[in-house]
């Protein structure tokens, strides 16, 4: 969720820096900061906010001669985004970048408290230059006590450390998060991401989960668990466009790929063995709470839809969703015994900001379920849980749905954990459900050509339902807009078990039904109500587990006990279906018309 890069060699290296930071800050920008070692100097710059303030605030700096250079941009998940708290993190004589999450930084913060350390911010990362500073104090040699640090850290991480004990030296290692190496010659590059590094490396190594070591005097020298380690290098691409897609034809299809691993940033420390944790919550936060009032816009209103479901069903608490813009001019009666959440990607959406504003006029206390640090909707929450889904780019939300969803998952296992709402089986079986869920969001190639190949069907008629009952009528809504959003067909969502009330008019061949029929959840009844609509012969599309005779199409998903994980899986699909029938239809996936990611007007 940050970007970070390096570069040992002998040209100016702040403009290499801030160059590469550039193309990182799709990745975070609340804050950004370069350190650099050159001819037994260092100096370090740090600024809260864009890029830019950091161009500024060292607008006057050169350095000259070899020397070993690293540089951040921060996307906050510990600590707030000042200057303290953005990288590179400084110790006595060394400087730290990192991207991941250090799980066990808080029993290490403890040790290197008890012998003395001071530390200045708030982040994990901290802990990493101040372990590396106590092993080589105690008279290690700099790649040992880098080595022995990594050994220490618990978590997802890419680390670029440089130190006085070792000038014109870069220290690296990875696990969880991405970093690669890239070579031009005697220089060396260091990045989270290609594009950071095209147009100035020519051949680059990606580097595997485990994997650490040094540069120096432009050589490399990589390990890993087993010890030394011969590696080969592979031509770097030439067109940066294509390589902020990692190759992806669209941000959105990239981000549905993206969607299973950055689900495991969300759970990053706060799903443990047997309990859930958000560390951000203020100790007795939820103290005098019965109620829960979820607001919302587009999207993130199905999202909170479908945490109602949750929060009612695991945490027994009585929980209502509404839409912002409806919510704000009701005259709505709140009582403050009610928690008010707040649901959004960008943390800017005007509705959304409003009705929080006049939650809190009312007594209200707040909690905000958003993407984006420090955006308007976070300062003015009591509270924030980030979804750390990562800059989001396409404007038809995905990857931000799935975060939003998890963090409601956890948050409702997080309140039932309060009164013991649940047995310990139920809880067990909930938290391993949610470890699973990464694994259910993979995208497999087989089922994405399927659904490419179907698609070819489904670019006329008259209308799509997509249909769904629990949980599956929010992600029913949620599956309705992506496709209209992105394909301009008209599309609804509707409760499968209302479909009698009324929408069943509609069906002919040409009413395209999309049927969500999860095994786990109320199949039989979804199953009526889908054998009403093909009697009227409305065409079929099922999505399911179990075979389906009166399908016209059918994509089979994975059995699973439990129907999260069928809701992620079915997500997904609907997700690409939306995709496929946009790009066959020749429209502009990524800013489809009319459309803009964040709404910041009523
Ligand atoms: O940034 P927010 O989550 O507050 O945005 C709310 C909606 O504008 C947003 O979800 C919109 O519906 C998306 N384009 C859906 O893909």
């Given at each position: 969720m940050c970007g970070i890069v390096g570069y040992l060699g002998p040209k100016e290296k702040k403009n290499i820096l801030l160059d590469g930071l550039q193309e990182l800050e799709y990745r975070g920008y609340d804050s950004a900061g370069i350190a650099v070692i050159s001819q037994g100097k260092l100096q370090h710059f740090k600024a809260v906010g864009k890029l830019e303030n950091l161009r500024e605030k060292a607008r006057d700096f050169r350095s000259e001669g070899l020397g070993a250079a690293i540089g951040h941009t921060r996307w906050a998940?510990?600590?707030?985004?000042?200057e303290l708290n953005a990288h590179p993190h400084v110790g006595a004589f060394s400087y730290v970048v990192h991207n991941g999450i250090i799980e066990n930084y808080q029993e290490l913060k403890k040790e290197l408290e008890a012998q003395g350390v001071r530390f200045l911010?708030?982040?994990?990362?901290?802990t990493i230059v101040h372990l590396f500073e106590a092993f080589i104090n105690k008279g290690m040699e700099p790649f040992e006590a880098f080595r022995q640090t990594i050994a220490r850290l618990e978590g997802a991480y890419a680390i670029l450390l440089i130190s006085e004990a070792a000038p014109e030296t870069i220290f690296f290692a990875k696990n969880g998060s991405p970093l690669l190496i890239a070579f031009d010659g005697d220089e060396v590059y260091f990045a989270s991401s290609d594009t950071a590094v095209i147009g100035k490396a020519k051949e680059a190594y990606y580097l595997e989960d485990g994997e650490y070591g040094f540069a120096s005097a432009g050589e490399v020298r990589l390990f890993d668990r087993d010890g030394p380690k011969a590696f080969s290098t592979q031509p770097l691409p030439s067109d940066k466009a294509m390589a902020q897609k990692d190759g992806y034809r669209f941000f959105m299809e990239k981000e549905i790929y993206e969607q299973s691993s950055v689900i495991g940033d969300t759970m990053l420390g706060r799903v443990l063995d047997e309990t859930i944790e958000f560390e951000e919550l203020p100790a007795?936060?939820?103290?005098?709470?019965?109620r829960i009032k979820i607001c919302a816009c587009g999207t993130s209103y199905h999202a909170g839809l479908t945490g109602s479901y949750l929060l009612e069903r695991l945490a027994k608490v009585p929980c209502d969703v509404e839409i912002a813009s409806e919510f704000r001019y009701k005259e709505p009666l709140l009582s403050t015994d009610t928690l008010f959440i707040t649901i959004s990607q960008?943390?800017?959406?005007a509705d959304t900001l409003e009705a929080l504003k006049m939650a809190k006029r009312a007594g209200l206390k707040s909690l905000t379920i958003c993407n984006?640090?420090?955006?308007s909707i976070v300062r003015e929450s009591d509270a924030a849980i980030l979804?750390?889904?990562?800059?989001?780019?396409?404007?038809?939300?995905t990857k931000a749905f799935a975060t939003q969803v998890m963090v409601l998952w956890m948050l409702s296992l997080y309140l039932s954990q309060r009164d013991d709402k649940l047995d310990r089986d139920r809880r067990r079986r909930e938290l391993d459900a949610m470890r699973r869920t990464p694994k259910a969001l993979v995208v497999e190639e087989k089922l994405h050509e399927r659904i490419h190949r179907l698609s070819?069907?489904?670019?006329?008629?008259?209308g799509f339902f997509f249909i769904g009952r629990d949980i599956f009528f929010p992600l029913a809504l949620e599956g309705a807009l992506k496709l209209k959003e992105i394909s301009y067909l008209h599309a609804e969502g509707y409760?499968?078990?209302?479909?009698?009330?009324?929408?069943?008019?509609?069906?002919?061949?040409?009413l395209f039904t999309i049927a969500l029929m999860p095994?786990?959840?109320?199949y039989d009844k979804i199953k009526s109500n889908v054998e009403e609509l093909s009697a009227r012969d409305a065409t079929i599309l099922a999505i399911s587990p179990e075979p389906f005779e009166l399908a016209d199409d059918f994509i089979g998903t994975q059995h699973s006990e439990h129907s999260m994980l069928e809701f992620f899986e079915m997500m997904v699909v609907t997700q690409l279906l939306a995709l496929e029938i946009s790009i066959r239809l020749g429209n502009d996936v990524d800013m489809p018309r009319n459309l803009a990611k964040s709404v910041t007007v009523e």
């Open positions: 998940t510990h600590g707030k985004p000042t911010s708030q982040t994990d990362t901290e007795r936060f939820f103290e005098g709470i019965s960008s943390g800017e959406t984006v640090d420090n955006s979804t750390r889904a990562g800059i989001e780019k396409g404007v038809a939300s070819k069907r489904y670019l006329h008629g008259h409760p499968a078990g209302e479909m009698k009330h009324g929408p069943i008019a509609l069906a002919d061949a040409e095994r786990s959840l109320l």
